[in-house]
């Protein structure tokens, strides 16, 4: 990408008949590539968030399928075919609330039907996974460049989660914002809430920022409002799952909190993300929130710190309602309020 530097991490590519992506369990301490060469070991690395963040995942998900038509045995296409929609279903299903993954697992099942044997199936598929990793790379550009302008030199921006290169093809979404804008010569400095229970900001956001160099502290989850509340953040930016046609934003559970934070504060909350990441036929009672594993809350470190008898409850994502929203920062330029209107206008 001409002119574009910031963005150091390869999150997952396809190396010689091999899919393979940055573990990011083991993330600040280690880089080290999972490697996955059948379906099953993709739904696996997806639903133990070794790969994570929409717009990654979608590309995995791809890739996952290609790698499934690679193995199939049967000689007759229409039987492949079901084969590959069974592979596809058991893929779309590893997280529910994300759009982004069936979206690109449902269009590379579609490069399936254009396929005239059963042999030209893999290739056909996976020159399809390329495009949308090749594309995501680019909305991801895109993104930086619309948002760039939103962001002022000595802004400090408050991000969730991590919706960096990690959690795309590379380069990010609200991260492409902000190295952008630095790219562009304004001094930007980030706040990265640490987002428990998997802490994505101060295990990935933080580990990303510093590697580029740019300024980044991380706070209690608890701490955003505060912190709003005494002027010390300018704007909040954050990455989404699946944003709606009514402007409804899902995303990292502790969103919501922030997002009613900055509009009691008057701080502008932008939401940036591509267009795969829109869901324009869904209705918000139908979104369906991931519940994960209780012990992702429970423990911490491996080690239990409340009572033996306690549960807990652990919903992976909240939706943030469209008039909380200042605008969507897309690859296609920013929607601004009223977002309903404004989304169909852009996009239908
Ligand atoms: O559970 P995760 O880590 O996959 O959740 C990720 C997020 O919520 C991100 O903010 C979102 O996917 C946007 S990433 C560009």
Known sequence: MPGKKRDSLEPVKWKNGVLEAIDQTKLPGRIVYVRMRTVDQVCSAIRSMKVRGAPLIGVVGGYGLALAAMTIRSSDLNQARSQLRKCADSLISTRPTGVNLRWAVERVFKASSRAMSVGSLGGGLLKEADMILREELESAHKIGSFGAALIEDGDTVLTHCNAGSLATAGYGTALAVVRSAVEDGKNVSVIATETRPLLQGSRLTAFELSRDGI??????????????????????????????????VTNKIGTLQIALGAKFFGVPFYVAAPVSTLDLVSDVSRVVIEERDQREVLLIGGR????????????????????????????RGVVGQPLAENIRAMFS
């Open 215 to 248: 300024p980044v502290r991380v706070i209690c989850d608890s701490a955003a409002a505060q912190l709003m509340a005494q002027g010390m953040v300018d704007k909040v930016v954050v990455g989404a799952d699946r944003i709606l046609g009514t402007g409804h």
């Open 304 to 331: 239990r710190f409340s009572p033996r008898n306690v549960g807990a409850l652990n919903p992976a994502f909240d939706i943030t309602p469209p008039e909380l929203v200042t605008g969507i920062v897309t690859d």
